[in-house]
């Protein structure tokens, strides 16, 4: 039989070179399977390398931390719903305002018609003439609603028709005796709150000068 040749120093020392550099790459592949955490197989011992079943080895799960605890928003209870009926949400039908008895201080006549009183202004109350001087461009012998400025004996005055209605009569203080005179005529600068009473001449209305009144406003009754 043919006898093995044994190794030689220098291929002893070879071979110790190679497994030394293969154990070294074992342990740094384990390593960094370790560190990326990836589970490998290790051996139970050194001893029991060839014999021994090899063990799994696994990174723990980190702990998550618990759910907080769900909030509950506590609202008061609803009032409680009282019961209605169908008839109750019918609002009833607004009654006709009740006209107000007319006394005898409301209630006037003038040329058979029937005037109450419905209102009282404070006015700006200044007077005027049928004279040119007053009346310019016109010649002031006859009013805006087409009657004579003789009408009523002379007693008579210029509203705004906005403010006070055309054939509506006044009682102003101190003009035509107290009595109540008609609104038969308008005036360019009798605007708003002003009044302007006619009276005999220009001498006169001017005399009248300008006066803040408490003036009664009676209107036709239909």
């Given at each position: 039989?043919?006898?093995?040749?044994?190794?030689?120093?220098?291929?002893?020392?070879?071979?110790?070179?190679?497994?030394?550099?293969?154990?070294?790459?074992?342990?740094?592949?384990?390593?960094?399977?370790?560190?990326?955490?990836?589970?490998?197989?290790?051996?139970?011992?050194?001893?029991?390398?060839?014999?021994?079943?090899?063990?799994?080895?696994?990174?723990?799960?980190?702990?998550?931390?618990?759910?907080?605890?769900?909030?509950?928003?506590?609202?008061?209870?609803?009032?409680?719903?009282?019961?209605?009926s169908p008839l109750a949400t019918i609002a009833p039908p607004p009654s006709p305002p009740v006209p107000k008895p007319l006394s005898a201080s409301?209630?006037?006549?003038?040329?058979?018609?029937?005037?109450?009183?419905?209102?009282?202004?404070?006015?700006?109350?200044?007077?005027?003439?049928?004279?040119?001087?007053?009346?310019?461009?016109?010649?002031?012998?006859?009013?805006?609603?087409?009657?004579?400025?003789?009408?009523?004996?002379?007693?008579?005055?210029?509203?705004?028709?906005?403010?006070?209605?055309?054939?509506?009569?006044?009682?102003?203080?101190?003009?035509?005796?107290?009595?109540?005179?008609?609104?038969?005529?308008?005036?360019?600068?009798?605007?708003?709150?002003?009044?302007?009473?006619?009276?005999?001449?220009?001498?006169?209305?001017?005399?009248?000068?300008?006066?803040?009144?408490?003036?009664?406003?009676?209107?036709?009754?239909?």
């Amino acid at each position: 039989m043919r006898r093995s040749r044994g190794l030689t120093k220098g291929e002893q020392r070879e071979l110790g070179m190679f497994m030394g550099i293969l154990v070294v790459g074992c342990l740094c592949l384990a390593g960094i399977l370790n560190f990326r955490g990836v589970p490998f197989l290790a051996a139970a011992s050194t001893s029991e390398t060839a014999s021994s079943s090899a063990q799994p080895f696994t990174t723990p799960l980190p702990v998550q931390d618990e759910p907080p605890a769900p909030v509950t928003l506590i609202l008061p209870p609803p009032p409680p719903m009282q019961p209605t009926s169908p008839l109750a949400t019918i609002a009833p039908p607004p009654s006709p305002p009740v006209p107000k008895p007319l006394s005898a201080s409301d209630v006037i006549h003038y040329k058979g018609q029937q005037y109450r009183h419905v209102r009282t202004l404070r006015l700006r109350v200044t007077a005027y003439a049928p004279d040119p001087r007053c009346c310019y461009p016109y010649p002031g012998t006859t009013t805006a609603t087409g009657f004579s400025v003789k009408t009523n004996g002379g007693n008579l005055v210029a509203a705004d028709p906005r403010l006070i209605p055309m054939h509506s009569l006044v009682v102003v203080p101190g003009y035509g005796d107290g009595a109540a005179v008609p609104v038969l005529d308008t005036g360019g600068k009798i605007k708003g709150h002003r009044l302007d009473v006619l009276l005999p001449n220009f001498q006169t209305a001017k005399s009248w000068g300008t006066r803040i009144l408490d003036v009664k406003i009676y209107e036709p009754v239909n």
